[in-house]
C-alpha cells in the first residue's frame, strides 16, 4: 500500500516522507492550484504563485493538522489521490477545497478507481468542489490500522460518474470506483474491525450517478456479513450525520446507513433513485435497491426527507428497515410515486423497537406494501401516517407492536391484507386507525372508516391536512413520545387520526375528499376483499408444501 500521497496526472508522483507535525505545532499553510495560469516552478503558497497542478508538491511540504490546499474556481484537474494517516484536529483540520469566483472546480479521473482515496484519516475537510470520474467513483473512507474521526465532506457535486443499466447489485467490497459511488465508507464486508466516527456530510448535490453515499461499519471478526447473527460482533460507526443533500436521476440508492449507531439523515431529498427496474426480459428480478434504507444499524433516524420516484420492481420503498435493524425510526417523510411506501427486512429473527411515524405516503402503488416481512418486526411502533392510494397493505409479522391513528386509503381494487391465525398470539394493538375506500381489517375492526374530510388542492404537501369539522380530529389515541410538530410543521395540539396534528384547516374548493359507498357498494366491497384474502390464503398455503 502506498504510504502516504499518490497523485496521478500524466505522472505518478510518490511522496514517502511527509514529516509528522504534532497537534501542538499547527503548521497552518494554505497551497493554491491554478490549471490555467498556475506553474510547477512556484511556491504554491500564494494565488500569484500557484501551482499549475499537485506536481508542485516536492514531498518537503507537510500535509497535516492547518494545511489547506485550494484549487482554483474554474478549472479542471486530473486528480486521483490517495491519502493515508493524514490527521487533522478538530480545531485545524487538513483542507481541501477551492478559492476564486466561478464555477467550484472539477477533479476528476478517466481511470476505473476513486478520485479521492482516504485510509486511517481523521479531521479532514472536503468542500466546494465538483467530482467527475466517467470510469470510477468519487471518495472512498477507510480505515486498516487506526478509526478514524471527524471527517466533514460540505457542498460538494458528484455527478457524471457511471450511471447505465446493470443486471446485479453493484460491488461494494472494495471502494467507490466497483460501486459507481459518490461516497463510500469502508464496504460490505468490510476491511478491518475499525470505525469511521463522526463523519458529516452536508450540502451536497449527487446526479447522474449509479450510487449516493454507501456507509458501512464492520459486521464481524470474519468479516462475514452473510453469517448467521449468533456470530455477528459488530463495530459500528457512530456519529454519522448527513444533512441537507439532494440525490437525483440516479440509477441506484441514494443513501445506506449501515452498521451505524446513533446516525441521522435529515432535510434530504433523493427524487428519481433507483431507476433501474432489476429485471430481465422475463420480469425476473436481478436485484434489489431502495433509495434510503438501514441495514444492521442501531438508534438512527431518517428524518424531513422526501423520496420519490423509485422504480425498481422488486424494492423501490421508502422504508426499510433491513438485516439486523433494531431501536431506528423513520419520521416526517414525504414519500411520493414509487414502487411502494414500505417492506421491512429481517434477517433471522424479528427486529425490534423500529418506528415508523408522521409521514405522507401518497401513490406509492406499483406493487404491495409490507409493514414487516421476512422474519418480523417485533415491538413495531407505526402511528400518525396518513397514507393515500397505496397498492394492496399487508399488515403482518408483527407481534407486540403498536399500529395506531393511522389513515390508510388503498387505490381502487387494492386492500389490506392479514392473517388472523398469525394475530390470535402475536400480542399487537391496532386501535383508532382511519381505513377507506378498503375494508376494515378483522384484526382491528374498532377502528374508524370514513372519509377524512382532506383540505384539498394540488399541492399534496398541504392537500392532506384536515379539514375543520373532520371525524378524525382528536379521534386518535393520546401517545406520549418527544414530538411536539405534525409533518406539515404545526404544532401538535390534538391527537389526531393522520400526520396532522392541528385543529382543522379551512378546505379549498379543489378538495380530495369523495363521498361514502352506499349499501350496495359496501356489500360488493366486502365480498371482493374475502375473496381476495381468500386466494391469498390458497398462495401461502401451496407455498409452504
Not at 122 to 129: Q, R
Not at 268 to 289: H, K, M, P, S
Amino acid at each position: 500500500m502506498k504510504k502516504l500521497l499518490c497523485v496521478i496526472f500524466s505522472v505518478i508522483f510518490i511522496f514517502t516522507a511527509v514529516p509528522f507535525v504534532s497537534a501542538e505545532s499547527v503548521n497552518k499553510v494554505t497551497y493554491y492550484i491554478d490549471s490555467v495560469d498556475g506553474d510547477n516552478s512556484n511556491s504554491g503558497t500564494s494565488e500569484a504563485e500557484a501551482w499549475k497542478d499537485l506536481g508542485g508538491f516536492t514531498g518537503e511540504q507537510a500535509l497535516t493538522a492547518g494545511v489547506s490546499v485550494l484549487f482554483k474556481c474554474g478549472g479542471t484537474y486530473d486528480f486521483k489521490v490517495e491519502l493515508a494517516d493524514i490527521n487533522g484536529t478538530k480545531e485545524n483540520p487538513f483542507v481541501i477545497s477551492s478559492y476564486g469566483e466561478g464555477e467550484r472546480p472539477i477533479l476528476t479521473t478517466q481511470e476505473n478507481d476513486e478520485i479521492l482515496t482516504l485510509i486511517d484519516c481523521s479531521y479532514i475537510t472536503i468542500s466546494n468542489l465538483q467530482m467527475v470520474a466517467p470510469n470510477g467513483g468519487g471518495i472512498w473512507i477507510d480505515t486498516l490500522n487506526k478509526t478514524s474521526e471527524g471527517i466533514i465532506i460540505d457542498n460538494v457535486y458528484f455527478h457524471g460518474m457511471p450511471n447505465g443499466k446493470v443486471n446485479n447489485r453493484d460491488d461494494m467490497s472494495n471502494g467507490a470506483a466497483p460501486a459507481r459511488a459518490a461516497v463510500m465508507v469502508k464496504g460490505l464486508p468490510a476491511r478491518s474491525r475499525y470505525a469511521v466516527n463522526d463523519l458529516t456530510i452536508k450540502n451536497c448535490e449527487v446526479y447522474d450517478c449509479a450510487n449516493g453515499f454507501m456507509i458501512w461499519g464492520s459486521w464481524n471478526d470474519e468479516q462475514n456479513p452473510w453469517c448467521e447473527e449468533k456470530d455477528a460482533d459488530p463495530i459500528y460507526n457512530t456519529g454519522l450525520l448527513i444533512e441537507g443533500c439532494y440525490f437525483h436521476e440516479m440509477d441506484a440508492e441514494a443513501v445506506i446507513v449501515g452498521i451505524c449507531d446513533g446516525a441521522l439523515v435529515t432535510n434530504c431529498r433523493a427524487i428519481n433513485t433507483c431507476q433501474g427496474e432489476g429485471v430481465d426480459e422475463n420480469g425476473e428480478i436481478l436485484y434489489f435497491t431502495a433509495a434510503m434504507w438501514f441495514w444492521g444499524s442501531e438508534n438512527s433516524t431518517i428524518q424531513y426527507c422526501e423520496i420519490a420516484g423509485q422504480k425498481n420492481f422488486g424494492d423501490g420503498m421508502t422504508v426499510d428497515f433491513d438485516s439486523c435493524t433494531n431501536n431506528c425510526t423513520y419520521q416526517y417523510i414525504y414519500s411520493h410515486d414509487n414502487m411502494r411506501f414500505m417492506c421491512n427486512n429481517a434477517k433471522e429473527s424479528p427486529q425490534k423497537n423500529n418506528t415508523v411515524r408522521y409521514c405522507l405516503s401518497v401513490n406509492d402503488n406499483g406493487g404491495r406494501s409490507a409493514i414487516a416481512s421476512g422474519n418480523g418486526e417485533d415491538n413495531f411502533n407505526f402511528y400518525n401516517n396518513t397514507i393515500i392510494n397505496c397498492a394492496d397493505f399487508h399488515m403482518r409479522y408483527l407481534t407486540n407492536s403498536f399500529v395506531a391513528n393511522n389513515i390508510i386509503i388503498p387505490e381502487d381494487g387494492c386492500i389490506i391484507l392479514y392473517n388472523l391465525q398469525e394475530e390470535l398470539s402475536a400480542g399487537n394493538t391496532y386501535t383508532n386507525n382511519c381505513y377507506g375506500n378498503t375494508l376494515n381489517p378483522v384484526v382491528d375492526m374498532n377502528s374508524m372508516n370514513v372519509i377524512p374530510n382532506f383540505v384539498g388542492g394540488e399541492d399534496a404537501l398541504t392537500a392532506y391536512r384536515l379539514a375543520e369539522g373532520s371525524e378524525l380530529i382528536g379521534a386518535g389515541v393520546e401517545i406520549e413520545d418527544e414530538l411536539t410538530e405534525d409533518f406539515f410543521g404545526n404544532e401538535i395540539t390534538e391527537n389526531n387520526i393522520g400526520c396532522y396534528g392541528g385543529s382543522g384547516e379551512v378546505a379549498t374548493e379543489d378538495t380530495v375528499n369523495t363521498e361514502n359507498e352506499d349499501a350496495v357498494e359496501s356489500l360488493i366491497r366486502m365480498i371482493t376483499t374475502a375473496f381476495k384474502i381468500l386466494i391469498q390464503e390458497i398462495r401461502e398455503l401451496i407455498y409452504d408444501l
